[in-house]
């Protein structure tokens, strides 16, 4: 099993719709999980933290299920600026490396 | 807000050279990360530095590659004899501490190896 799965996608969704993004993860054992943003050749930056009994900002909810080793982001009402791949990422052992899935790329229409 | 900077933005050079990407952490952060990113694919971790000594390193990270902080700000990345498979986007990443703490990622090096 990868360290962690993700859907590459593309998603393609109108303005205005509701998408989501899953992710799996291997380690049991791991404590910190993110959602990440990438821009075309641009660094990731961080979207949210996902805690165990799920996190909202604004058109953005993420939620984590331990038991599943499950990872979600859910993006409402999606903006055109929404458009780039979202990384799902997990804090990895005692040293904190992060460990990057593939990405999914969304792509909102006009 | 606080950013990490990398230099250079884009380094060209020739198989077998030796290049040093360098990156100036945000000021009160203790742990330091290498992380490269091949066109198309994943971001990878190499290495990570803390208390002026490497505390984990991946197998990319072989001999060729070397990490230090020789000022007390800048953290550099050497790799000696450069292979047409180090071109890369290369990353710098940092945080204050502890296991929940966000790193914050530099804009990156793009490193091409002709």
């Known amino acids: 099993r990868k360290e962690v799965e993700q859907d590459p996608g593309p998603f393609n969704v109108p303005e205005g719709a509701t998408v989501a993004f899953n992710c799996t993860y291997s380690?049991?054992?791991?404590?910190?999980f993110f959602w990440y943003r990438q821009d075309c050749r641009k660094e990731p930056k961080l979207l949210m933290s996902?805690?165990?009994s799920g996190n909202e900002d604004g058109r953005f909810t993420a939620q984590l299920n331990r038991a599943s080793q499950y990872i979600s982001l859910l993006i409402r009402d999606s903006k055109l600026s929404d458009s780039a791949t979202y990384l799902c990422?997990?804090?990895?052992?005692?040293?904190?490396?992060?460990?990057f899935g593939t990405g999914t790329l969304l792509a909102v229409q006009p | 807000e606080p950013e990490v900077t990398q230099t250079p933005s884009h380094q060209v050079t020739q198989m077998g050279q030796e290049v040093i990407l360098r990156c100036v952490p945000i000021?009160?952060?203790?742990?330091f990360y290498w992380y490269r990113q091949i066109l198309g694919q994943k971001v990878e971790f190499l290495v990570s530095?803390?208390?002026?000594?490497?505390?984990?390193k991946s197998e990319i990270f072989d001999d060729q590659f070397s990490v230090e902080r020789p000022d007390g700000s800048n953290f550099t990345l050497k790799i000696r004899s450069t292979k047409l498979e180090d071109s890369a986007m290369y990353f710098c990443?940092?945080?204050?501490?502890?296991?929940?703490?966000?790193?914050?990622f530099g804009p990156g090096t793009r490193l091409t190896v002709l």
């Open positions: 380690n049991s054992a791991s404590q910190s």
């Open positions: 000021s009160n952060h203790l742990y």
């Open positions: 530095f803390y208390n002026n000594e490497i505390s984990e």
């Open positions: 990443a940092t945080g204050l501490a502890g296991v929940t703490d966000t790193q914050y």
């Open positions: 990422v997990v804090l990895w052992g005692a040293t904190n490396k992060l460990i």
């Open positions: 996902v805690y165990s």
